[in-house]
């Protein structure tokens, strides 16, 4: 079975920045587009970043120019540097194969901005 493990949140001051990482179990990794989702309280869990095989991304509007997604294949894992962060980014973050509709997620890792 598929598993993903996500860490590396925690509590940030405003302005400050974490990196979160996920180690996933899954064959053949490198040919998946992974993406990173956050759920924030009240909200509907949706994507923040992606990352195709041949390392094309994409970022929602709210964290273009402050986060930053990367992969691993050797390692099967991938990142997400989280710069400048606000108050709003404060969620729970997972990983996940792009586009998935499968039940099966990680535990997550929260991230709470505050100061």
């Known amino acids: 079975q598929v598993q993903f493990v996500e860490s590396g949140g925690g509590l940030a001051q405003p302005g400050a920045s974490l990196r979160l990482s996920c180690a996933a179990s899954?064959?053949?990794?490198?040919?998946?587009?992974m993406a990173w989702y956050r759920q924030a309280p009240g909200k509907q869990r949706g994507v923040v970043a992606h990352?195709?095989?041949?390392?094309?991304?994409y970022y929602v509007d709210s964290v273009k120019g402050r986060f930053t997604i990367s992969r691993d294949n050797a390692n099967k894992t991938i990142y997400l540097q989280m710069n400048s962060l606000k108050p709003e980014d404060t969620a729970v973050y997972y990983c996940?194969?792009?586009?998935?509709?499968?039940?099966?997620w990680g535990q997550g890792t929260q991230v709470t901005v505050s100061s």
């Open positions: 990352i195709r095989p041949g390392g094309r991304t």
């Open positions: 996940n194969i792009l586009g998935t509709n499968s039940d099966n």
């Open positions: 899954i064959s053949d990794f490198s040919i998946y587009a």
